[in-house]
Every structure is written in structure tokens, then in C-alpha cells.
């Protein structure tokens, strides 16, 4: 788990006041893993459990949840909807996390926990967008530094070849004037 989540989780942890009761009663459940959720809005432990069983599935199972899930309405289930498409290793599904994770953490209805870790989220998925632009930018440039390497190196052969061919003439000139 991300350093940040993982403070995060910790930090809820320690609130007290909620009662744990099935979910359902203030939103929709999207499709996917049923967890127990706080009925309170104190704080973001119901998300904080959807994430961790959200990122025990494979790739196939997050796939597979995402077509079911059509337009996500209410903010668990855009919640929802954020965290499988952060689990794709995907940049246009990051974009859509995080487009997703910035629309929660604006959301003024959620509690101020929600709001701080769709904040964080947010941050995490613009933090892999713009590590797999640096990545694929340094990629290009590694490969343009290879080509440019090869290209010398055929060059430094070609001028090897030339030397050498003016060594022996110099030989060849040289041996005849010794005739």
C-alpha cells in the first residue's frame, strides 16, 4: 500500500464512534466485493476497506467489474469506478482515476476524510501519469542516443578502414621506393 494510504489508514484507525453494519443504507452498492461498511460519515474507512479488496483482484476480475459498471452515480460508487481503473496498469485508465479521485475531492457533500483521500489518490494517479511520461521521454532518449552511438560506431570503422588503407599505401609507396 502507498505510504500515503497507508498513514491514512492508520490515522482512521484511531477514530471511534462508528458502528460497523452491512452497507447500503446511504448509496447504491456498485457491483463487486461486499464489505462491511461504517454507517457514520466521520471518516473514509468504508473506502479505505473497498481499496484494499480492490487491489486483491487481478487483472481480469477488475476488467470484468468495470463492464458491469455502466455510469457510476453517487460517490462510493464513482469511488468505486476510480480504484479499478487504478488497478489497470493502463495510462488512460490512470487519467480516468484520477479525473475520477479530483471530482470526489471537490465533492463539499463528503466528510472531510473522503475528501482528503480522494486528494491523495488524486496525487498518486498524476504522480504514475507523469512517471510514465518521464519514463517513455528518457526511453526515447535512450533510444536516440543508441541510434547515434551505432551511427558512430560505423563511422569510427569507416574511418579505421580508411587509415588502414592509407597505412598500406604508405607501405606499398614506401617498399617500391626501396626498389
Not at 461486499?34 to 481480469?60: F, K, M, N, Y
Not at 476488467?63 to 488512460?92: D, K, R, W
Amino acid at each position: 500500500m502507498p505510504r500515503p494510504l497507508t498513514i491514512a489508514a492508520i490515522l482512521l484507525t484511531a477514530l471511534t464512534g462508528c458502528s460497523v453494519a452491512p452497507s447500503g443504507a446511504d448509496e447504491p452498492r456498485p457491483p463487486g466485493p461486499q464489505i462491511e461498511v461504517c454507517q457514520c460519515d466521520s471518516g473514509p474507512q468504508e473506502w479505505l476497506d473497498l481499496h484494499r479488496e480492490i487491489a486483491a483482484l487481478t487483472t481480469e476480475e477488475v476488467a470484468a467489474h468495470l463492464v458491469l459498471l455502466t455510469e457510476p452515480e453517487g460517490s462510493l460508487q464513482l469511488y468505486y469506478f476510480a480504484l479499478l481503473h487504478q488497478q489497470l496498469n493502463v495510462v488512460a485508465s490512470w487519467t480516468e482515476a484520477r479525473d475520477a479521485f479530483r471530482t470526489l475531492g471537490m465533492d463539499t457533500q463528503l466528510s472531510p476524510g473522503k475528501q482528503q483521500l480522494a486528494v491523495i489518490m488524486e496525487r498518486y494517479n498524476q504522480s504514475r501519469i507523469n512517471w510514465h511520461e518521464l519514463n517513455s521521454q528518457l526511453q526515447n532518449d535512450h533510444d536516440q542516443l543508441q541510434s547515434e552511438l551505432q551511427t558512430l560506431k560505423e563511422e569510427n570503422a569507416l574511418l579505421e578502414q580508411k587509415i588502414q588503407a592509407i597505412t598500406d599505401l604508405e607501405t606499398s609507396i614506401s617498399t617500391r621506393k626501396e626498389l
